[in-house]
């Protein structure tokens, strides 16, 4: 908003009385909603998630009998299996057995991998 300083996280800031989205950075975003706390618990989320997508790379996936890459993590079990035309993700709640397959298809192991994150972060909330 200022433009003095570049910034990391960008808070993209609306109000029903300006046309234009507002991209500013956590202090802005404190001042624009005279709110000292949430911007910062939002950008202090974002920093872990970026945290986080950094070492899922590093993880280690195991190899199911039947072939599946797999790797059981915060109570879910993530499975990659193997389509004609490319991979999926399949994730289930462990203590539950409640499951899910993402309809995405990927064309390599690493892709569906890297994607699996999301398919656990979706779990947590949903299944």
């Given at each position: 908003?200022?433009?003095?300083v570049e910034i990391?996280y960008v808070h ?27 911007p910062r618990e ?86």
């Amino acid at each position: 908003m200022c433009e003095s300083v570049e910034i990391r996280y960008v808070h993209f800031m609306e109000h029903p009385d300006h046309p234009e989205t507002l991209a500013v950075g956590c202090i802005c975003a404190e001042h624009m909603e005279d709110d000292y706390v949430r911007p910062r618990e939002r950008e202090k989320g974002l920093r872990r998630l970026s945290g986080r997508r950094k070492s899922w790379a590093d993880r280690t996936w195991r190899i199911s009998q039947n072939g599946n890459s797999y790797i059981n993590t915060e109570g879910f079990n993530l499975v990659i299996y193997n389509r004609d035309d490319g991979f999926v993700v399949s994730v289930a709640r462990r203590n539950s057995g409640k499951r899910q397959t993402g309809k995405q298809i990927y064309l390599t192991v690493a892709d569906a991998r890297a994607s699996a994150l999301k398919a656990l972060l979706w779990a947590k909330s949903h299944l």
